[in-house]
């Protein structure tokens, strides 16, 4: 086997590294600083894609390795990051467990994923990196003060409960959910629907919002991926 052979099993390892580090930021108790481990564990997952179609380096390995990097970094990282986050404000010590579900779900997910031949073009369910950084992103924005807009910490607490509940049903639904994946050959007309210009519309308006108002930059991040979620719900194609 050649060394290009090699290049994208590389890229998903360091995927699968940031998402260790992130899990070591939480258990220090820094949630800004494993969203940053996230955020480069994404770019990683998209890198070992493109350069596997660009090398044609595609592997059942590969494939493998690549859900359980996906699982350490947008399925047990996420989790911990918001069961560190309820830890010190949730109404019931029980309750600090329920986003552990998401790890769970995730697996369930990547699971599924490498049995489903229909997911080629598109997803079925909520992929978990757009789930990954949905919870980071709260979490990571939550540090910097974003509670201070809130109500209440139970309040809060009670949002983190059935929002990770809701994900985790999301994560094994059945629910079409469109990517941006451009396959070689596909009509650049057919490919922007509505619901992807819909969300390219809704994304710039949250960051125009998010940063006239002065906020912390995750929240970006948590509108764009929620904006991407709240499309999908809608009927149609």
């Given at each position: 086997?050649?060394?290009?052979?090699?290049?994208?099993?590389?890229?998903?390892?360091?995927?699968?590294?940031?998402?260790?580090?992130?899990?070591?930021?939480?258990?220090?108790?820094?949630?800004?600083?494993?969203?940053?481990?996230?955020?480069?564990?994404?770019?990683?997952?998209?890198?070992?894609?493109?350069?596997?179609?660009?090398?044609?380096?595609?592997?059942?390995?590969?494939?493998?390795?690549?859900?359980?990097?996906?699982?350490?970094?947008?399925?047990?990282?996420?989790?911990?990051?918001?069961?560190?986050?309820?830890?010190?404000?949730?109404?019931?010590?029980?309750?600090?467990?329920?986003?552990?579900?998401?790890?769970?779900?995730?697996?369930?997910?990547?699971?599924?994923?490498?049995?489903?031949?229909?997911?080629?073009?598109?997803?079925?369910?909520?992929?978990?990196?757009?789930?990954?950084?949905?919870?980071?992103?709260?979490?990571?924005?939550?540090?910097?003060?974003?509670?201070?807009?809130?109500?209440?910490?139970?309040?809060v607490a009670f949002f983190v409960c059935a929002g990770a509940l809701l994900?985790?049903?999301?994560?094994?639904?059945?629910?079409?959910?469109?990517?941006?994946?451009?396959?070689?050959?596909?009509?650049?007309?057919?490919?922007?629907?509505?619901?992807?210009?819909?969300?390219?519309?809704?994304?710039?308006?949250?960051?125009?919002?998010?940063?006239?108002?002065?906020?912390?930059?995750?929240?970006?991040?948590?509108?764009?991926?929620?904006?991407?979620?709240?499309?999908?719900?809608?009927?149609?194609?």
């Open positions: 086997m050649t060394v290009k052979k090699h290049i994208p099993n590389t890229i998903t390892l360091l995927n699968m590294l940031s998402g260790i580090m992130g899990i070591i930021a939480v258990f220090n108790d820094k949630p800004q600083t494993a969203f940053m481990f996230m955020l480069l564990a994404a770019c990683f997952d998209f890198c070992d894609g493109l350069a596997a179609r660009l090398l044609g380096a595609y592997s059942e390995i590969g494939k493998e390795l690549d859900s359980l990097a996906d699982l350490t970094s947008f399925g047990v990282l996420p989790a911990l990051m918001l069961y560190n986050m309820l830890e010190g404000i949730a109404w019931s010590r029980w309750w600090v467990f329920v986003p552990l579900l998401i790890a769970l779900f995730s697996a369930l997910r990547l699971a599924k994923f490498n049995l489903d031949d229909r997911q080629t073009d598109s997803f079925l369910g909520l992929p978990t990196p757009a789930c990954a950084m949905i919870c980071g992103s709260f979490a990571a924005w939550y540090d910097m003060g974003g509670y201070l807009s809130l109500a209440s910490s139970t309040g994900l985790c049903a999301l994560l094994v639904s059945e629910l079409p959910m469109f990517s941006f994946k451009l396959h070689k050959g596909e009509d650049w007309k057919a490919f922007w629907n509505w619901k992807r210009i819909a969300f390219a519309a809704l994304s710039l308006a949250v960051a125009v919002v998010v940063i006239a108002g002065h906020h912390s930059w995750p929240l970006v991040i948590f509108g764009v991926f929620s904006a991407y979620l709240v499309i999908n719900l809608i009927p149609g194609k």
